[in-house]
């Protein structure tokens, strides 16, 4: 029998729960929940750029974690910390020189019992952590709410949560870039975001969009090549998932890639003096794919395949990464004209 | 039926505790936000351009100043890009991606900041949103605003809408649209207006996230109207004045009331430069700007005011130091008139000086000038009132 008076009480519990759970964080609370129980807090190696510190995403429920690569990694003690506080060890699986991500693989620390005898810690089992299942981070579009996680300045001690920043997706570019003098290898598109992660610590930290879904890996610390500024940017997941694929399921990975042949388009180019030198046309060989599209002699070339060329350099960088048989565009300037003209590399003899 | 509330109340729990948050309305207001930003961001986006600039000047000190007395030439090239120099010391790396402007107006103006042609490049292309791609012109260059007008040879452009000037208010959301990582899109960085009038009411502030990756962008509104161009800016001058404010939620925007004060100038090829006084100031003296050295030539010789006189006001703002007179004076382009109160003794007088520059100033000399005509109508002798 359900008396008015129940009802009354059927009704408050119903809208007090109701007002409980839109007591949210400004609506950040899905994205903020999800990072602070899936991102974990390394402290490893201190020594010159590296701070000591940094932050990692766990991407298996049995404490997979994938972070950058980093000079903390080398210590012979690396820490791993989760949300609760539990210090965990763990062995570096793989370090990636291309993508300059990293593999951990958490494992308990040996203990010590009251009479100072080492004891191997509680095993690790499977389903005991919360990870991140990669999101699709094609589906950003700039001006989305973006939200980051991770430690920057190891602020978040012992149990205490990380620090999170909410900013917007600015867009998606080639990473361009440089660590101190040293060009950065890994080149390949990355999320430009509008909120600061070029911070000691905050490297392998998460990034997350506004449902709490998985979007990207906040990379290392580099300096922009083409804006000289410190670049806050986050490697797509799926850059991040391939490469957590390729080690944890190396014979799924698809065999040795082909050798490369070096595409081949006939332009000689006019190299004098050094730094930022233009890319002109010195000469045009015969019965090359150039001379076929039309190139001449004393043509400023300002853009290959949609890439803006502003050196010699550049121009063979974007060059190097073709392959005999692409077609591509490219604009010169002609007599103060611009005019387009589309080259198809052939293979270098 | 009767059972309906509990089954209700049951079902509220089961979905609370299912999505503890999504029942938030926050998450909603958070959402719509998003998809304006959107709006506003694909409303304005045809009307930004993509500049490229080819090749240029090296690093080196530019700016107004003579080039260094030695250059260095050992022959061997940098290994790394050295930080532009300018004429105060500030160092910056300028640029050397592609930047953003935007249409001005349909005969192919296109309006950017002086920032991006530091370099003074040799050729300046522009990629239309709609793909065409042109050969510009710099026609001239505001280095006081930061604001640079390229021409392209097209005609019909539209033309993005602006926010008038007098709706502009301090929290109004703000994105900041740039070019400078390359990319399909331009950039965005969202922020608000954190203050009106800021450089001698010369631009807006904004929290957005400048840097050389969007100076010479637009600072749009949640409607997608042009607030203004985001340059780099101080309150001190040099033409690499502020950019090392970049990223850290102080920037400024130039509004458009100001653009259109020059913009038909800048289009005849007129350029603005920093103005000057020709004066060394004495930092030593107590409280009061005084004059220790006059550049000969100079306006301020011309006109007799001789070493050991004191500035009192510069532009009605009252002078106590050196500091005073920059801040008085620094938004002043070379050309315009700073109205000056200059004490000497007993005598207080008022100039109007046309501000020169710095290529048109003599050395700084420290003897008296020529006798001043006492016929001279702009000096206006008067007693002190506080003067015993």
């Known amino acids: 029998m359900v008396t008015g008076k129940h009802r009354t009480f059927c009704y408050v519990c119903g809208i007090v729960l109701a007002a409980a759970s839109s007591l949210s964080a400004g609506g950040f609370d899905p994205a903020i929940e999800a990072l602070s129980s899936r991102v974990v807090r390394l402290f490893g190696l201190k020594a010159g750029l590296s701070a000591g510190y940094g932050s990692g995403v766990l991407v298996t429920s049995d404490g997979v974690v994938v972070t950058v690569v980093s000079l903390l990694l080398d210590a012979e003690r690396l820490r791993v910390v989760t949300e609760d506080g539990t210090v965990y060890g763990a062995d570096v699986l793989k370090q990636d020189r291309d993508t300059q991500l990293a593999l951990l693989r958490l494992k308990p620390l040996s203990q010590y019992d009251r009479r100072g005898r080492s004891v191997q810690g509680d095993a690790i089992e499977d389903g005991q952590f919360s990870y991140f299942k990669p999101g699709d981070s094609s589906t950003l579009r700039p001006g989305d709410w973006v939200i980051a996680g991770g430690n920057p300045f190891k602020v978040a001690q012992g149990d205490e949560p990380i620090s999170t920043t909410v900013g917007v997706f600015s867009t998606r570019a080639e990473l361009d870039a440089r660590r101190k003098t040293r060009d950065f290898p890994f080149r390949g598109e990355v999320l430009v975001i509008d909120t600061i992660t070029s911070t000691p610590g905050s490297p392998g930290g998460a990034l997350v969009n506004l449902d709490g879904e998985w979007v990207g890996l906040i990379g290392r610390l580099v300096v922009s090549n083409r804006t000289h500024t410190n670049f806050n940017y986050a490697v797509p997941v799926e850059t991040v998932t391939d490469f957590v694929q390729s080690v944890l399921h190396p014979e799924a990975a698809p065999a040795h890639k082909p050798a490369t042949v070096a595409a081949f388009h006939g332009i000689k180019l006019f190299e004098l003096g050094y730094l930022k030198k233009l890319v002109y046309v010195d000469s045009v060989k015969r019965r090359s794919p150039a001379r076929a599209a039309g190139v001449k002699k004393d043509d400023l070339i300002v853009s290959v395949g949609g890439k803006s060329v502003s050196d010699i350099a550049s121009f063979q960088q974007v060059m190097r990464r073709k392959k005999p048989g692409d077609t591509l565009q490219l604009v010169v300037i002609r007599n103060e004209q611009i005019k387009t003209m589309t080259i198809e590399l052939a293979e270098a003899k | ?388």
């Open chain 2, 1 to 388: 039926m009767r059972w309906f509330p509990i089954v209700a109340s049951c079902m509220a729990l089961v979905t609370t505790a299912a999505q503890p948050a999504r029942a938030g309305e926050d998450f909603d207001i958070l959402k719509t936000r998003q998809s304006l930003f959107h709006d506003a961001i694909d409303s304005v986006v045809p009307y930004i351009v993509r500049i490229e600039t080819i090749g240029g000047a090296q690093p080196r000190v530019v700016g107004e100043t003579a080039p260094p007395e030695e250059e260095e030439d050992d022959g061997s090239p940098p290994p790394q890009p050295m930080p532009f120099q300018d004429n105060l010391g500030s160092q910056f790396m300028v640029a050397d991606g592609p930047t953003a402007g935007i249409i001005f107006d349909a005969d192919g103006w296109i309006l950017t900041s002086s920032f991006n042609f530091v370099r003074e490049p040799a050729h300046i292309t522009i990629h239309l949103t709609d793909g065409r791609d042109y050969v510009a012109e710099l026609v001239a260059r505001d280095r006081v605003r930061k604001l640079a007008l390229l021409k392209i040879d097209a005609t019909g452009l539209q033309t993005p809408e602006w926010v008038p000037v007098s709706e502009i208010r301090v929290g109004m959301r703000t994105i900041a649209l740039g070019r400078g990582f390359g990319g399909e899109s331009p950039s965005a960085t969202v922020g608000i207006v954190s203050a009106l009038n800021r450089m001698d009411g010369n631009a807006v502030q904004t929290d957005a996230k400048l840097s050389p990756a969007n100076y010479g962008g637009p600072l749009i509104d949640l409607r997608g109207r042009v607030l203004g161009i985001c340059v780099p800016m101080a309150q001190r001058p040099g033409e690499l004045a502020g950019v090392e404010f970049y990223d850290a939620g102080i920037g400024f925007a130039v509004t458009k009331d100001r653009v259109e004060e020059i913009v038909a100038e800048l289009k005849e090829g007129v350029s603005f430069y920093r103005g000057w006084l020709g004066v060394s100031i004495n930092t030593r003296a107590q409280n009061n700007c005084m004059i220790r050295a006059v550049a000969d030539p100079s306006p301020v010789r011309e006109l007799g005011i001789r070493p050991g006189d004191i500035i009192a006001t510069a532009n009605g703002h009252e002078l106590r130091s050196i500091k005073n007179l920059r801040q008085a004076i620094y938004m002043v382009p070379a050309g315009e008139v700073v109205q000056l109160v200059i004490r000497h003794g007993d005598l207080e007088s008022c100039y109007e000086v046309v501000l020169a520059r710095n290529t048109e100033l003599g050395a700084l000399v420290q003897n008296e000038p020529p006798p001043i005509d006492p016929a001279n109508p702009f000096i206006k002798p008067k007693k002190l009132p506080w003067k015993r």
